[in-house]
């Protein structure tokens, strides 16, 4: 363990205070909410939350895009986020024009890679979901980015992610962890998802992390592990693939980049990082440094590797990039133990046979 490390478990310590004030509004709030006191909202329409339990990334938006590619050859589909840190308030839907700026990076993601489905955002999805029928009255089902832990509207069928090395059950309450919402939440889900897991993970340690988690009955648990694609130039949109000859500048901004990180120690000769916040707006002076950066690496085989949420925010660049070797990696889940068919199933089968149940009725 390194001194940042330690460092910063010390300071997370002093603030169990903090921790422990934000826990028990949360924890009133969800009773509130359970006693009807809150009251929430239901469509008879069939909508499917993606969402964790704790802030950074756990993999929600290979998991929105995932359900996209299983359910868009069988029904017309959309997708609602918050559109976290977007220049702009209330219900938007993307068209020809839109920019992250205006929607978000993972909205806008979702809007570059599949330009043939509804992508909308909204902070208020009690507004928002009303307006993007409106406006795709053929829509057969919605897809509901990061929406767990907001409950003023009640999804048909709830998916919660958790990374493999910070499960739930080993969390606390920010600011002394990361949670954000409390563990008796995961009792909502239909299925829990333990994310970014070793490729070869035992079935001993799958049993272990099932009884700590401690599903109910009616929950089914799966395990993915992260699958690296093909790099593809950010603006030629060739392919180059990573090899242990390459040298690579990696430039990152985004909140967990530990996976990515190890795939380039594993595949490629060796690779630099330029690493920016989560959710970086990147200003033209940040390309001269990576520029610069890039050409101050003294190898024949070298090139730029960036991931596809960081891309959409150079693509406002692509003018100058089309010299520049810089590749977006895509990233997809791979179900372990041979279960993304049963998985798939599951979410297919609640909308063929999804019916209007409102809660206590």
Not at 2 to 27: E, H, M, T
Not at 222 to 231: A, L, Q, V
């Amino acid at each position: 363990m390194n001194f940042n490390s330690i460092f910063l478990k010390s300071f997370r310590v002093l603030l169990l205070p903090f921790a422990l004030l934000y826990g028990l509004i949360i924890f009133i709030r969800n009773r509130l909410y359970n006693k009807g006191y809150l009251r929430y909202a239901e469509f008879n329409f069939p909508l499917i939350c993606v969402g964790n339990l704790a802030v950074g990334g756990t993999g929600k938006s290979p998991m929105v895009e995932y359900l996209i590619e299983l359910l868009q050859p069988h029904y017309k589909i959309a997708t609602l986020s918050r559109g976290y840190k977007r220049k702009t308030k209330g219900y938007a839907l993307a068209n020809n024009n839109t920019t992250a700026l205006e929607i978000g990076d993972e909205p806008m993601q979702f809007h570059i890679k599949y330009p043939e489905i509804a992508v909308a955002v909204g902070e208020e999805r009690l507004v928002a979901i009303p307006q993007l029928l409106h406006d795709h009255p053929d829509l057969q089902t919605i897809i509901l980015d990061d929406a767990f832990q907001h409950r003023e509207v009640k999804a048909g069928f709830n998916i919660l992610l958790t990374d493999f090395s910070n499960l739930y059950t080993q969390d606390f309450f920010l600011p002394a962890g990361d949670l954000r919402d409390e563990w008796h939440s995961a009792r909502r889900a239909n299925i829990i998802i333990v994310t970014k897991c070793p490729s070869e993970l035992s079935f001993e340690r799958k049993q272990k992390i099932i009884r700590s988690l401690n599903p109910l009955p009616s929950q089914k648990v799966f395990f993915t592990t992260i699958e690296y694609g093909i790099p593809y130039h950010i603006v030629r949109k060739e392919k180059r693939i990573v090899t242990t000859s390459d040298e690579i500048l990696l430039v990152c901004g985004i909140a967990n980049p530990k996976p990515l990180k190890e795939y380039l120690l594993q595949n490629s000769k060796t690779y630099y990082q330029k690493d920016y916040s989560d959710h970086h707006i990147f200003s033209i002076d940040d390309l001269n440094e990576i520029r610069s950066r890039f050409e101050g690496i003294e190898a024949q085989q070298k090139f730029i590797l960036t991931t596809e949420k960081d891309a959409v925010r150079l693509t406002k660049f692509s003018d100058v990039l089309n010299d520049l070797p810089l590749y977006v990696l895509p990233i997809r889940h791979r179900f372990l133990f041979d279960e993304a068919e049963q998985f798939n199933k599951i979410v297919l089968s609640f909308i063929q046979h999804f019916t209007f149940n409102p809660s206590g009725k």
